[in-house]
């Protein structure tokens, strides 16, 4: 059994289950940026789920950049939250603003920061299995 594999899949689970809380359940809008985040998330979800289930390495290559570009997108979206003057450069013009908090637990821990925490799980399982990969190959 492939931990980091599992671990990668539980996280892209858990996210993908908690978006659709957040959305569903309490009725909180997503806004641009919490879509595009979904975008990267949610097929995650399903391809490490397949790939934990066929204990296939070899998807890293195909999930490996949804999950950077991914945390990329989380990374600009907690700077618009928590840094002001980032404000006036934010891409939601309608409907919900992106620096909008709809949870703020222990004055740090937003939406963006969950999805970023779940990407970076993600990508370091990710590396990991990679690096595990190229290491078995040169011996």
């Known amino acids: 059994m492939n931990k980091?594999?599992?671990?990668?899949w539980v996280a892209a689970l858990v996210a993908t289950i908690g978006s659709l809380y957040f959305s569903e359940v309490?009725?909180?809008?997503?806004?641009?940026?919490?879509w595009y985040q979904r975008i990267f998330m949610y097929p995650l979800a399903i391809l490490l789920g397949i790939?934990?289930?066929?204990?296939?390495?070899?998807?890293?290559?195909?999930?490996?950049?949804?999950?950077?570009?991914?945390m990329m997108i989380?990374?600009?979206?907690?700077?618009?939250?928590?840094?002001?003057?980032l404000q006036q450069f934010e891409m939601c013009k309608s409907g919900?603003?992106?620096?909008?908090?709809?949870?703020n637990w222990f004055g740090f821990i937003t939406i963006p920061v969950l999805a970023f925490v779940a990407f970076s799980i993600i990508t370091i399982c990710l590396i990991r299995i990679a690096?595990?990969?190229?290491?078995?190959?040169?011996?």
């Open 4 to 8: 980091s594999l599992l671990l990668a």
């Open 26 to 34: 309490l009725h909180y809008i997503p806004c641009t940026l919490c």
């Open 51 to 70: 790939a934990f289930y066929r204990n296939d390495n070899g998807i890293v290559s195909y999930t490996l950049p949804l999950s950077i570009v991914g």
């Open 74 to 85: 989380s990374g600009y979206h907690i700077a618009l939250q928590k840094i002001p003057y």
């Open 96 to 103: 919900v603003p992106c620096s909008k908090d709809y949870i």
């Open 131 to 139: 690096v595990r990969k190229r290491e078995e190959e040169t011996v």
